[in-house]
């Protein structure tokens, strides 16, 4: 039991139980919607796995410029905040994506996709369709907002604990603006797809 | 210029990983990608759809924009302990990688696939290997995280690197835009 309690305290846990929770969506998500051997389906699941690779890297990314905004913030307002405190504050503000992806996973199980037939990977339309037609597809579409919400308050709560709770807000408020900005920037330079 | 090397390990890693995966599909049997149920009509979804596809200053535009979110993501490394831009050079290098496989598979010759790829391509992956050594010093920067200071990211030059990497990508797109879809043409009517 006491291996249990230290891996309580570990500070990466959330991130783990996380990572954990998204490989299992994935595994479940993508092989019940391009289940089979033939190679068509091969090359899909191995593109998927590959995009939720990038999506799990990209998303720490963005939390580690999440952490950076909040403490050029905090910096600014004269908190001396140590920099493993915001580092913890934010593997712990992941409980609530864990959550989030471990709802997704527990409706995969008992909804699971229907996979797609070889004739409807031809159709444009056809993944996007069936990943509405999924009842845990849509249920995390509809979710993704309160999970942020979630993080930001966990990380707003958490950094409150070591700093003034007016500074700890800003700093969130900051934080999430700079971070939306980055997104919309990324977006707007990525542009559309061809043919759309 | 450790980091460099590094960045280029992966994408060679990446690049042969790719190739790997593209000859193991191509071994698999072959099967029909559309067979054709007796209560589904050959032409049940409509006519194909006319894809529009960019071309010249468009195209220009277009590679420039993806290359240079590639580009950016890649430098995330900073401040993801490097994690993103090992996946993302690793991803890369699968992509292209597997372009060569299933060309090469195709009957394409290696000096075609030579052609299509290199003048553009060694502008573009090197740019590309230059934001993932600067992306890489995430992985120091990580471990001595008490010591950051703002000079820490001062010494990453971060706006030479964007400016090179906005000229070394616009100058790689321009090659793609202009060039390589001239020699894919006459490569096309051989």
């Known amino acids: ?196 | 210029m450790g980091c460099f090397f590094g960045a280029v390990v992966l994408l060679v890693v990446g690049l042969a990983a790719g190739v790997g995966i593209a000859e193991w599909i191509s071994a698999m049997p072959a099967q029909s990608p559309l067979p054709v149920g007796a209560d589904r009509p050959l032409l049940a979804a409509g006519p194909a759809r006319r894809v529009e596809e960019p071309v010249g200053w468009d195209l220009f535009a277009f590679i420039l924009r993806r290359n240079m979110t590639v580009f950016l993501i890649l430098l995330l490394g900073v401040v993801s302990a490097g994690l993103v831009t090992i996946v993302v050079l690793l991803g890369n290098g699968l992509a292209v990688g597997q372009l060569i496989g299933f060309a090469r598979v195709s009957g394409m010759s290696q000096v075609d696939v030579a052609y299509l790829l290199l003048p553009h391509g060694v502008l573009e992956l090197g740019a590309l290997c230059v934001a993932g050594a600067v992306g890489l010093r995430g992985i120091p920067l990580a471990f001595g995280i008490s010591a950051i200071e703002r000079s820490s990211f001062a010494a990453l030059r971060l706006g030479t690197v964007l400016v090179f990497g906005l000229g070394a990508l616009a100058g790689a797109a321009g090659v793609e835009a202009f060039v390589t879809v001239g020699i894919a043409e006459s490569l096309r009517s051989k």
Not at chain 1, 7 to 32: C, E, Q, R, S, T
């Open chain 1, 1 to 196: 039991m006491k291996w249990l309690a230290r891996l309580a305290k570990l500070a990466l846990l959330p991130v783990l139980v996380w990572l954990a929770g998204l490989a299992a969506f994935a595994l479940l998500g993508i092989n019940g919607l391009f289940a089979g051997p033939n190679p068509v389906f091969v090359i899909a699941r191995v593109t998927a796995y590959v995009t939720v690779v990038v999506v799990a890297t990209v998303t720490t990314a963005f939390v580690g410029v999440f952490g950076l905004a909040c403490g050029a913030m905090l910096s600014w307002l004269c908190e001396s905040l140590d920099r493993r405190r915001i580092v913890d504050t934010m593997s712990r503000s992941f409980w609530s994506l864990a959550a989030y992806v471990w709802l997704g996973v527990a409706s995969l199980v008992l909804d699971p996709p229907v996979a797609l037939t070889a004739f409807e990977m031809s159709e444009a339309d056809a993944l996007e369709a069936r990943v509405r037609e999924t009842t845990a597809f849509g249920w995390m579409g509809r979710l993704r907002y309160l999970a942020l919400l979630g993080f930001l308050a966990t990380a707003g709560c958490l950094l409150a604990r070591y700093t003034r709770p007016l500074n700890a807000l800003l700093a969130v408020s900051f934080a999430s603006a700079a971070l939306a900005a980055l997104l919309t920037a990324l977006g707007l330079l990525a542009g559309p797809s061809v043919g759309h």
